[in-house]
């Protein structure tokens, strides 16, 4: 299963959206905010704020609200975003070299260090002068270079050989974008990215209306029985 | 904010992964399954599960657990994904072209039906035999032919302009990889992928430790003054 965390995922999920909003307000100027304005913005109740904030000890006071630049940079903290990070992208089809050009990634500490992937024609390009790699000489790039998050943008096949690799060579977490669950040792962080699951909450939704009125209906029916 | 759900969409988020679970035990011939066992598998509590389920009239019976083939088709019916739904991506850069390439998505009932950019390299090209279109005629494309769900893989700068004619001209829901909340009817559902906020997650799980580290310290110094 990999790592746990000690706060709940669900507000860890919720975090890099505080400090996204948090981000887009400071752009804007604006230097206070009520829990309530937050929490409209958000689309999440205030004491759902306040709770999250709790956990890490709380933020803003009664009847004043948050300090936007205060809090900002508390979850700027809280998210580890002062730290830098080395990554490497293994698999540099279209997904691979589609994440290795999100330079805003590098804004935010996060530097990529090289790319792999076994297709000889791949191997040798650069994207944003960042090298594409042989997968064969993986191990030993990791015990040379201090890594430590893995990007996995493979077909699921070889997912789990590329992920033991990389945690038995220092990689400390996962970014699995492959469509499959990660066996890792219990100091290993794994993130999903199920693209489909994503999708399927859209299908979900564009039936939903349709699908009460079934339900509905199936009551109704097993009431008049 | 685009479209409500009647279900609250934290339950939403967890039906495709009981679909893929489900799947991947019909696929090992498990044909039934405690609701513990189910729990185990997933790292949800049973009782969550069977939350989740009651939302929509409740499965499996005491004592007998889940019948795995029953649940599954069930479920691919919650998520609509016994229909069909047609789709175009906008923005045939590196990202737009890895979800062309996911053949998985056709076979769920997602059909590709185009691809549009403004780049007059990439117009022209065909992905998978599906052409990639000049964006000036998506307007017309969209009238001539009814598309359930855009596909954004823009910069930020142009994805509402983009997410306007779409909504304007019939589609139902926007699969948003654009760092922005896009502002549309309240008819029309929006779904986010903001790969950033997965990835500071990552970073917030590097750090926890250190982070509580510090908490625990201010925490006692607050205490000893």
């Known amino acids: ?16 959206r505080y400090h996204r909003y948090l981000g887009e307000l400071l752009k804007n100027d604006v230097r206070r905010i009520s829990s309530r304005e937050l929490s409209e913005r958000m689309g999440v109740t205030a ?7 709790n956990c890490f000890g709380g933020f803003g006071q009664q009847g004043y609200g948050y300090n936007v630049e205060e809090l900002y940079s508390a979850i700027t903290k809280i998210l580890g975003l002062d730290k830098s990070y080395n990554s490497i992208i293994v698999g540099a089809g279209n997904l691979g070299q589609a994440i290795a050009g999100y330079t805003n990634f590098e804004k935010s500490g996060f530097t990529l ?19 594409i790699l042989d997968v064969d000489i993986l191990a030993d790039f990791l015990n040379e270079n201090k890594i430590d998050i893995g990007i ?3 077909p699921r096949s070889s997912a789990q050989q ?3 690799i990389l945690t038995h060579n220092g990689v400390r977490a ?7 669950d990660l066996n890792v040792p219990d100091n290993v962080i794994v993130e999903n990215v199920h693209l489909s699951d994503s999708l399927y909450t859209i299908s979900y939704r564009l039936n939903e209306d349709e699908l009460f009125k079934t339900i509905e209906k ?8």
Chains 1, 2 share one sequence.
């Open 218 to 225: 199936d009551k109704q029916k097993a009431f008049n029985s």
């Open 152 to 154: 996995l943008c493979i």
């Open 174 to 180: 996962i970014w699995n974008f492959s469509v499959t």
């Open 162 to 164: 590329i992920a033991d």
């Open 1 to 16: 299963m990999g790592k746990a965390t000690r706060v709940s995922m669900a507000v860890v999920r919720r975090l890099p």
């Open 113 to 131: 260090k090289a790319l792999f992937d076994k297709n000889p024609k791949l191997i040798g390009l650069r994207i944003r002068d960042i090298e």
């Open 47 to 53: 004491s759902q704020i306040r709770q999250d904030l």
